[in-house]
């Protein structure tokens, strides 16, 4: 499917009408649905988390107890709700000391900007996930 053709797919419409930027948001949902994930008054990271329907989501099953911190090098195109904080970063660039909470969930939908070389786009995703794997074990 071409990307021109996305914006009258059924998961685009769904998106735009439930409130989320992205349709990606089905894909957390179906997981969450099916292995119970997040939970009410969870502390959640969520790397890669432009534009923001994952945070969305994730707000919205954790609650005004929980907490979701997204990560990303983009903006976020939602509104800001209390139980989300967003800090605009390279995951690269991230510390441990960044954070003072540990995390039940860390989620992740990251992809680095593709230059066409296979190998040099390999390379880079590779690291993304090796980065997300350590933040998911601290």
Do not use: H
Not at 39 to 45: E, Q
Not at 46 to 61: M, V
Not at 120 to 134: F, I, P, R, W
Request: glycine content about 6%.
């Amino acid at each position: 499917m071409y990307r021109k053709d996305r914006k009258n797919e059924l998961y685009t419409v769904l998106a735009k009408k439930e409130g989320y930027p992205a349709r990606s948001v089905y894909k957390l949902k179906e997981i969450d649905e099916k292995y119970k994930i997040i939970k009410k008054s969870s502390r959640v990271l969520d790397l890669g988390c432009a534009p923001g329907s994952w945070l969305l989501y994730i707000s919205q099953k954790v609650g005004n107890k929980g907490k979701v911190i997204g990560v990303d090098i983009e903006e976020i195109k939602i509104p800001q709700k209390a139980n989300i904080i967003f800090i605009k970063r390279s995951i690269l660039d991230l510390k441990e000391s960044d954070f003072k909470d540990k995390f039940e969930v860390v989620v992740s939908d990251l992809s680095s900007k593709t230059s066409g070389v296979k190998f040099l786009d390999a390379g880079k995703s590779l690291e993304l996930a090796e980065k997300s794997k350590q933040k998911a074990r601290n």
